[in-house]
């Protein structure tokens, strides 16, 4: 079900509701929002700009994830008692393509060929659209965001061809390899230089017209290839590490990198810092300039947004977090026991784990067995356990008749609900805040998260 609005969301579900049964069951069902994850040609993308992609990815986000504003709007009435939701933080990776066979550039420029034989472009010329001869996809493609010439294998990577972007058509003739097909290729943002690796993990490079040499044979399996900013320098990457670089102008061969954790498994290069991956998914750091590892944080400054494939599709990761809603369909229900003897409380808790917490600090403790166990009911949300009382849950704010209440769960994020006070007001007193408790005393303090939306760069 896509995610349109927080009311529409509950008129939805109010049909789905009166089919499955009588609300008031307990956590009978949940289904994740998802957004449209394999688009083909999307008519925002047709206009070819980085403009109209950066757009794209925006309505994505709009569809996949949920906007903070609309946490904060009742349901209609008589749809309190039929649905509540789970809210969790998450970095927003949009999928903006699929079928795609390959890709070159990032969010200021970006080409993406799919197996249809077509290859998509998003950048400052008006080429929006080109067609690989004798069709499939490229096994391979070469571009430099603002690159006004781009450059593909055909679909076995024998063969490579050159396009014009300024006249959106194929330059004729295509350049010979010795040792194909292309396992990896690169064109620099000028449009001048293009790097190859073949088959026998040659590294070549040259002119876009040609003819490419022979920079070196690596010796591990290759992994990336692309060039730095200023464009001088060819940087290939190799999985134990290695990095070599060379200098494009005088054919110079600089001295190679080496990154310390290997093996790694992907690489890729934003500005001047790459990234590169072990198989356990951890990730390192290093810039290249100062030929040392550098924190994320450093990275993401050179480039917030990164592109990148997976599964067959183009994925567009864009640096910031968005809120992920799943649907619950009832009312939220906890089950309370209280331990006398051992002086604690069990709680059946909304996401049908059971958590045990201590009444002597409200702290969360490993469950231990207890003979005496007895149930507990809440009065305006408390509970009381001997002569303490219990909280689980915090008032949000009021809208009118609706109250909105909140609960946390570490590594499920937000369980949010409404419930009908009978009585009418207005009292928001944390704005676009969640509570956090560390403590279920009821007299403990809250924490209170702000919901924060950063900008796609």
């Not at 709009?62 to 933080?89: A, C």
């Not at 064109?187 to 293009?194: A, K, P």
């Amino acid at each position: 079900m896509i995610f349109k609005h927080y009311k529409a969301g509950f008129a939805a579900l109010a049909l789905v509701v009166l089919t499955v049964g009588a609300p008031g069951q307990g956590i009978a069902a949940s289904r994740e929002r998802v957004g449209q994850s394999y688009i083909g040609v999307p008519a925002q993308l047709e206009k070819g700009t980085t403009k109209s992609l950066k757009g794209y990815v925006a309505k994505l986000l709009k569809k996949e994830y949920v906007s903070t504003s609309k946490l904060y709007e009742p349901p209609f009435p008589g749809l309190d008692d039929k649905l509540y939701i789970s809210v969790k933080r998450e970095k927003a990776l949009p999928i903006i393509a699929g079928g795609v066979s390959s890709y070159a550039g990032n969010a200021e420029g970006l080409a993406a060929a799919l197996h249809d034989g077509t290859i998509r472009v998003w950048s400052t010329y008006r080429c929006r659209k080109l067609h690989l001869p004798g069709g499939g996809g490229a096994m391979q493609t070469g571009y430099g965001p603002g690159s006004p010439t781009l450059a593909a294998t055909g679909k076995n990577g024998d063969n490579i061809y050159v396009f014009d972007l300024k006249k959106c058509e194929r330059i004729p003739g295509e350049l010979p390899l010795e040792h194909g097909p292309v396992r990896m290729m690169a064109l620099s943002r000028s449009g001048d230089w293009l790097g190859v690796i073949d088959s026998f993990n040659a590294l070549l490079c040259g002119p876009v017209s040609g003819p490419l040499h022979e920079v070196s044979i690596m010796e591990g399996t290759p992994l990336f290839i692309g060039y730095t900013p200023g464009q001088g320098v060819l940087i290939a990457i190799e999985a134990s590490g290695k990095i070599i670089k060379q200098g494009m102008k005088n054919q110079t061969r600089l001295a190679s990198d080496h990154v310390p954790g290997g093996p790694f498994v992907n690489a890729r290069m934003a500005g001047y810092v790459v990234c590169l991956t072990r198989d356990n998914g951890s990730e390192v750091f290093w810039d290249l300039r100062k030929r040392g590892t550098v924190k994320k944080s450093e990275a993401l400054k050179q480039e917030p947004s990164w592109i990148y494939r997976n599964n067959g599709g183009l994925v567009y990761s864009t640096g910031v977090d968005r809120w992920k809603i799943t649907e619950h369909l009832g009312m939220p229900m906890f089950i309370v026991s209280y331990s006398k003897l051992k002086k604690m409380i069990r709680v059946r808790d909304l996401d049908r784990e059971t958590r045990y917490y201590s009444i002597l600090d409200g702290k969360e403790i490993s469950g231990v067995e207890a003979d005496d166990w007895k149930l507990i009911s809440a009065r305006n949300g408390v509970y009381k356990a001997g002569k303490k009382k219990i909280r689980l849950y915090d008032l949000i704010c009021q809208r009118g008749t609706m109250l909105l209440y909140g609960r946390h769960l570490e590594d499920k994020g937000f369980y949010l609900w409404w419930e009908n006070s009978g009585g009418t007001g207005h009292q928001d007193p944390h704005p676009q805040e969640l509570p956090i408790r560390k403590s279920v005393l009821a007299d403990s303090p809250v924490n209170w998260v702000p919901l924060t939306e950063d900008e796609v760069k």
